[in-house]
């Protein structure tokens, strides 16, 4: 018989993987909910956040919406993305086998660094994607103060003495 050493952190991250397989498998599969009817799942639309030289450029997918459908908002050096996907079928009719696209409102929102021009900021959509550009605040840099040396000042008073003696 072989001794088997245990490793309480091994047996707590096999637990946690177990718990995420468990909840990834029951929340994010379309009719997860024990064989009933079938439930829309949140959606949140992916994005990315790439840094250039001189902007920051958000991009987010947005399959199935159209310009109108989406808002930008700024306010207090806080990016806002929201819209609504609505679902293009009829819930009371049946029929429908399997539903896997999610719909419904979203809302992301991102905080960017202070000194940002709002005024700046621009937006594009093509083919579902929209492209937020957001111009980098200017560096702040330290700034150099030159200290200026009077010429020709005159002595303090007790100076000349101690020179003299």
């Given amino acids: 018989m072989a001794l088997v050493r245990w490793e309480p952190v091994r047996e707590l991250s096999s637990l946690q993987e177990e718990m995420n397989r468990l909840f990834t498998h029951f929340f994010d599969t379309p009719g ?48 806002t993305v929201s819209g609504e996907r609505k679902a293009e079928h009829e819930e009371a009719r049946e029929g429908f086998y399997r539903l896997e696209r999610a719909t419904g409102a979203f809302r992301r929102s991102l905080t960017l660094p202070e000194g940002v ?21 200017a560096e702040r840099k330290p700034r150099r103060v030159a200290i200026q040396v009077e010429r020709d000042a005159p002595a303090i008073e007790g100076q000349e003495t101690a020179q003299a003696g």
């Fill in 32 to 79: 997860g909910n024990g064989g009933e009817a079938p439930t829309v799942r949140r959606w949140i639309p992916a994005m990315d956040l790439v840094e250039t030289d001189d902007h920051f450029v958000l991009r987010a997918d947005l399959p199935g919406l159209g310009e109108d459908e989406v808002a930008i908002e700024l306010e207090d050096n806080v990016l």
């Fill in 117 to 137: 021009d709002a005024e700046g900021v621009s937006a594009k959509f093509d083919k579902g994607v929209l492209e937020i550009r957001i111009p980098k605040p």
